[in-house]
C-alpha cells in the first residue's frame, strides 16, 4: 500500500521523501527554472522576434499568467503528493469530478520526455565550450574562427551525439540517486555564482561600446513588428523558463513541506529566473551589435556571442570554463526536473527502483535526442511544417504543449478544485489567495486560448 494514501491531503506523504527545507525547495525550483531557458534560447528567441516587444510581452506573460500557473501546479503537487498523472486522477476523484484529468499528467510527462530530447544535445553543447574554453581554444580568436568552431561542431553528429550522450548519463546518475543527494547543494552555491558571472560578463558588455544598441533593442518595443506568432512565442518562452505547463514543479511540490508559503515560493523563483533571462539578454545583445553579428542567428547564438566576449577579456580562458560550467550545472538541475515527472511515475506504477526507472526513462530519452543531433548535420535538410526536427519539437513543445497544459492547469485548479481545498494550501483566502484566483479562473485561461487562436488565425483582426 501507499503511504500516500490518506484521505486527509495534510497528513499524505510523497513516496520519494521531501524536501529538507523550504529552502531547499526553493532552490530546487529555481534550479529547474534557471537553465538554457535563460541564457541560450531567452536570447536567441528575443533576437528571431524583433526585441523590445518581446520582452515585455514576455514580462507580461510571465507576471498574469506565468505566476498563477506555477501556484497552481504547486499547490496540486502538495495536495496530491504523487506524480502529476495520479495527483490529477486523485484530486479529480476528491473533488467528485472526472478522473480523466489524469491526461494532463499524462501530457505533461509526454512533453517531459521530448523536451528533455534536444535540451540534452544543447546541454552537450556547452560541455563541449568547457572543454574547448579549458584548453584555450577561444583565447584571442575573431568572431569568424569561432563562427567556423561552432559550424564545425554542429556538422559532426557523432561529435553532436557524443555530448549529448555524456549530458544524458550525467542526468539519469543525479536521477537515480534520488533528489535529496547532490541536488541540493548544486543549486545552493550554482544560481549565486553564475549570478556574478552574468554581471561580470555585463560589465564587459557595457564597455563594448554598444551597450546603448543592445539595450534600445531588448527595450525599445516596436509593437509594428510584432505578429500574433511572436506573442505566442512570447507566451511559450515564458512557460519553459519557469517549468511549467509539463509537472515538473508538481511533481517537486509533492515533496514540499506542508508550511511553506506557496505565493512567497513561486515569487521568488520568478523574479530570480527573470533577472538571469534579462542579464543574459543584456550581455548577449551589445556584443551582437560590436561585431556586426545577426540577433536572429538562432539557436547558436550565445554559443558565438560569449566566447567572443572571453576571447578578448584579460583572464578570459578561466572565466569562459567557469562560465560553461556553471551553465553546464544550471541545464543540468534543469534536465534533472524534466525527468521526475516520468521517473516518479514508473516508480509508482509499476512499483520500480528509482535507477531502473531513470535508465530506461533516460534511454527513451536519449535515442529520441538523435532526432535533434541529426537536425544540423546530416537531416539538416529534411524540413516540414516547422523546419528541422529540432524546430518542430521545439515549436510543438513550447509554443504548444506548455501553454495547452499550464491552461488545463489553471482551469483545474480554478474551476475543479473547490475553493475550500485551494484556500487551505494557499493559506487561506487573504488578498494574495483572492488575486490568484482571480488570475487562475479568468485572466490566464482566457488569454491562453486568445493567443493560441490568434496564432493559428481563427480570430479575425479587428483593425
Ligand atoms: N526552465 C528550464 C530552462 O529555462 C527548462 C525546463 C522546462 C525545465 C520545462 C523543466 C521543465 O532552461
Same mark, same amino acid.
Given at each position: 500500500?501507499?503511504?500516500?494514501?490518506?484521505?486527509?491531503?495534510?497528513?499524505?506523504?510523497?513516496?520519494?521523501?521531501?524536501?529538507?527545507?523550504?529552502?531547499?525547495?526553493?532552490?530546487?525550483?529555481?534550479?529547474?527554472?534557471?537553465?538554457?531557458?535563460?541564457?541560450?534560447?531567452?536570447?536567441?528567441?528575443?533576437?528571431?522576434?524583433?526585441?523590445?516587444?518581446?520582452?515585455?510581452?514576455?514580462?507580461?506573460?510571465?507576471?498574469?499568467?506565468?505566476?498563477?500557473?506555477?501556484?497552481?501546479?504547486?499547490?496540486?503537487?502538495?495536495? @496530491?503528493?504523487?506524480?502529476?498523472?495520479?495527483?490529477?486522477?486523485?484530486?479529480?476523484?476528491?473533488?467528485?469530478?472526472?478522473?480523466?484529468?489524469?491526461?494532463?499528467?499524462?501530457?505533461?510527462?509526454?512533453?517531459?520526455?521530448?523536451?528533455?530530447?534536444?535540451?540534452?544535445?544543447?546541454?552537450?553543447?556547452?560541455?563541449?565550450?568547457?572543454?574547448?574554453?579549458?584548453?584555450?581554444?577561444?583565447?584571442?580568436?575573431?568572431?569568424?574562427?569561432?563562427?567556423?568552431?561552432?559550424?564545425?561542431?554542429?556538422?559532426?553528429?557523432?561529435?553532436?551525439?557524443?555530448?549529448?550522450?555524456?549530458?544524458?548519463?550525467?542526468?539519469?546518475?543525479?536521477?537515480?540517486?534520488?533528489?535529496?543527494?547532490?541536488?541540493?547543494?548544486?543549486?545552493?552555491?550554482?544560481?549565486?555564482?553564475?549570478?556574478?558571472?552574468?554581471?561580470?560578463?555585463?560589465?564587459?558588455?557595457?564597455?563594448?561600446?554598444?551597450?546603448?544598441?543592445?539595450?534600445?533593442?531588448?527595450?525599445?518595443?516596436? %509593437?509594428?513588428?510584432?505578429?500574433?506568432?511572436?506573442?505566442?512565442?512570447?507566451?511559450?518562452?515564458?512557460?519553459?523558463?519557469?517549468?511549467?505547463?509539463?509537472?515538473?514543479?508538481?511533481?517537486?511540490?509533492?515533496?514540499?513541506?506542508?508550511?511553506?508559503?506557496?505565493?512567497?515560493?513561486?515569487?521568488?523563483?520568478?523574479?530570480?529566473?527573470?533577472?538571469?533571462?534579462?542579464?543574459?539578454?543584456?550581455?548577449?545583445?551589445?556584443?551582437?551589435?560590436?561585431?556586426?553579428?545577426?540577433?536572429?542567428?538562432?539557436?547558436?547564438?550565445?554559443?558565438?556571442?560569449?566566447?567572443?566576449?572571453?576571447?578578448?577579456?584579460?583572464?578570459?580562458?578561466?572565466?569562459?570554463?567557469?562560465?560553461?560550467?556553471?551553465?553546464? %550545472?544550471?541545464?543540468?538541475?534543469?534536465?534533472?526536473?524534466?525527468?521526475?515527472?516520468?521517473?516518479?511515475?514508473?516508480?509508482?506504477? %509499476?512499483?520500480?527502483?528509482?535507477?531502473?526507472?531513470?535508465?530506461?526513462?533516460?534511454?527513451?530519452?536519449?535515442?529520441?535526442?538523435? @532526432?535533434?543531433?541529426?537536425?544540423?548535420?546530416?537531416?539538416?535538410?529534411?524540413?516540414?511544417?516547422?523546419?528541422?526536427?529540432?524546430?518542430?519539437?521545439?515549436?510543438?513543445?513550447?509554443?504548444?504543449?506548455?501553454?495547452?497544459?499550464?491552461?488545463?492547469?489553471?482551469?483545474?485548479?480554478?474551476?475543479?478544485?473547490?475553493?475550500?481545498?485551494?484556500?487551505?494550501?494557499?493559506?487561506?483566502?487573504?488578498?494574495?489567495?483572492?488575486?490568484?484566483?482571480?488570475?487562475?479562473?479568468?485572466?490566464?485561461?482566457? @488569454?491562453?486560448?486568445?493567443?493560441?487562436?490568434?496564432?493559428?488565425?481563427?480570430?479575425?483582426?479587428?483593425?
Amino acid at each position: 500500500m501507499l503511504s500516500n494514501q490518506s484521505a486527509d491531503p495534510a497528513k499524505r506523504t510523497s513516496l520519494h521523501g521531501h524536501w529538507s527545507s523550504r529552502m531547499a525547495f526553493i532552490l530546487a525550483v529555481t534550479g529547474s527554472a534557471v537553465g538554457l531557458g535563460n541564457v541560450w534560447k531567452f536570447p536567441y528567441v528575443t533576437g528571431q522576434n524583433g526585441g523590445g516587444a518581446f520582452v515585455l510581452i514576455y514580462l507580461a506573460c510571465v507576471a498574469i499568467i506565468g505566476m498563477p500557473v506555477m501556484m497552481s501546479e504547486i499547490l496540486m503537487g502538495r495536495r @496530491g503528493r504523487r506524480n502529476p498523472i495520479a495527483t490529477m486522477k486523485l484530486l479529480g476523484a476528491e473533488e467528485g469530478k472526472s478522473t480523466n484529468w489524469s491526461l494532463v499528467g499524462a501530457m505533461g510527462i509526454v512533453a517531459g520526455v521530448l523536451i528533455l530530447s534536444y535540451y540534452s544535445v544543447v546541454g552537450g553543447w556547452t560541455l563541449f565550450y568547457v572543454m574547448k574554453s579549458a584548453v584555450g581554444t577561444f583565447h584571442a580568436i575573431g568572431p569568424g574562427e569561432i563562427t567556423d568552431i561552432r559550424n564545425g561542431f554542429l556538422g559532426s553528429w557523432s561529435m553532436v551525439g557524443l555530448f549529448h550522450t555524456i549530458f544524458m548519463a550525467l542526468t539519469i546518475f543525479v536521477v537515480a540517486r534520488g533528489v535529496e543527494r547532490g541536488l541540493e547543494q548544486a543549486v545552493r552555491f550554482m544560481v549565486p555564482a553564475l549570478l556574478l558571472l552574468m554581471i561580470v560578463l555585463l560589465g564587459y558588455a557595457i564597455s563594448s561600446g554598444h551597450f546603448d544598441e543592445g539595450l534600445a533593442f531588448m527595450f525599445r518595443p516596436d %509593437f509594428d513588428s510584432l505578429t500574433w506568432n511572436s506573442v505566442l512565442a512570447a507566451m511559450g518562452q515564458a512557460f519553459f523558463t519557469l517549468s511549467i505547463g509539463m509537472g515538473a514543479v508538481m511533481a517537486y511540490g509533492a515533496y514540499l513541506p506542508e508550511e511553506t508559503s506557496i505565493s512567497g515560493a513561486s515569487a521568488a523563483v520568478a523574479l530570480s529566473d527573470t533577472v538571469i533571462a534579462i542579464l543574459a539578454g543584456l550581455v548577449i545583445f551589445p556584443l551582437v551589435f560590436a561585431n556586426d553579428l545577426d540577433p536572429a542567428d538562432g539557436p547558436g547564438l550565445v554559443f558565438i556571442t560569449l566566447p567572443l566576449a572571453f576571447s578578448q577579456m584579460a583572464g578570459g580562458v578561466f572565466f569562459s570554463t567557469v562560465f560553461f560550467v556553471l551553465l553546464t %550545472f544550471a541545464a543540468w538541475t534543469s534536465a534533472i526536473s524534466l525527468m521526475e515527472p516520468a521517473v516518479a511515475w514508473i516508480v509508482e506504477k %509499476f512499483n520500480r527502483t528509482r535507477a531502473q526507472a531513470a535508465v530506461l526513462i533516460g534511454l527513451l530519452i536519449w535515442a529520441t535526442g538523435f @532526432g535533434t543531433v541529426l537536425s544540423f548535420n546530416v537531416l539538416a535538410n529534411f524540413r516540414f511544417w516547422r523546419g528541422t526536427i529540432f524546430d518542430n519539437l521545439d515549436h510543438l513543445t513550447i509554443n504548444i504543449m506548455l501553454p495547452l497544459g499550464g491552461m488545463l492547469i489553471v482551469i483545474f485548479a480554478g474551476w475543479v478544485m473547490c475553493r475550500n481545498s485551494t484556500a487551505d494550501e494557499l493559506g487561506g483566502s487573504g488578498a494574495v489567495y483572492r488575486l490568484w484566483r482571480f488570475l487562475a479562473r479568468i485572466v490566464a485561461p482566457i @488569454g491562453i486560448l486568445f493567443v493560441f487562436l490568434k496564432a493559428v488565425g481563427l480570430l479575425p483582426s479587428l483593425t
